[in-house]
């Protein structure tokens, strides 16, 4: 599975932004996905994981109520919405594909990762 993400950009607190990441492959819709970020110098940080179904989500308390996971199995994407962004929303933001991660939130779980797409919120 490839991966590229896209989307990235920069906006003012309180913007709004979506992040696609489009995968090649026909074992797409058979992998769980997952968005991670990460900030010079810290670790990456899930952010939120879809089944493959797209009818479970699951989200980091941080970005609950404001992001919203979602996939297109039929177009081999997955998005992030992202909603009242704030600077500490800061970040490259990674999409990651496994068949059967472990833990939905642990990064070393994912096998497949895009190649990251920069997300700046100015306050």
């Known amino acids: 599975v490839q991966l590229q993400a896209s989307g990235g950009g920069l906006v003012q607190a309180g913007d709004s932004l979506r992040l696609s990441c489009a995968a090649s492959?026909?074992?797409?819709?058979?992998?769980?996905m997952g968005w991670f970020r990460q900030v010079p110098g810290k670790e990456r940080e899930f952010v939120a994981a879809?089944?493959?179904?797209?009818?479970?989500?699951y989200y980091a308390d941080s970005v609950k109520g404001r992001f919203t996971i979602s996939r297109d199995n039929a177009k081999n994407t997955v998005y992030l919405q992202m909603n009242s962004l704030k600077p500490e929303d800061t970040a490259v933001y990674y999409c990651?594909?496994?068949?059967?991660?472990?833990?939905?939130?642990?990064?070393?779980?994912?096998?497949?990762w895009g190649q990251g797409t920069l997300v700046t919120v100015s306050s």
């Open positions: 990651a594909a496994d068949q059967r991660p472990l833990s939905l939130r642990v990064p070393a779980e994912y096998d497949y």
């Open positions: 879809i089944s493959r179904s797209g009818e479970k989500t």
């Open positions: 492959g026909r074992t797409f819709s058979s992998a769980v």
